[in-house]
């Protein structure tokens, strides 16, 4: 677990990581990140990157920037 993605959203390492990421998703980001994921993992794109809502730990919403590559 990144130390600084904890931090930015107030969570503990251990907490962030038993949570799914759809817990913390803003919900308008869902759709188009989920079709963005299924490019991904069907081979149809290398890599995806998109702007998304988190939620942090005190339930504000922080803009950041996602990336995801397929695990090797």
């Known amino acids: 677990m990144n130390p600084w993605l904890c931090a930015f959203l107030g969570y503990p390492a251990e907490?962030?990581?038993?949570?799914?990421f759809m817990d913390i998703h803003a919900p308008d980001d869902v759709d188009q990140d989920t079709r963005e994921d299924r490019?991904?993992?069907?081979?149809?794109r290398p890599n995806t990157s998109a702007k998304s809502g988190i939620a942090t730990?005190?339930?504000?919403?922080?803009?950041?920037?996602l990336t995801a590559v397929p695990a090797s």
């Open 57 to 65: 730990k005190d339930g504000h919403f922080v803009s950041a920037m």
């Open 39 to 44: 490019r991904l993992l069907s081979g149809q």
């Open 15 to 20: 907490e962030l990581m038993a949570i799914s």
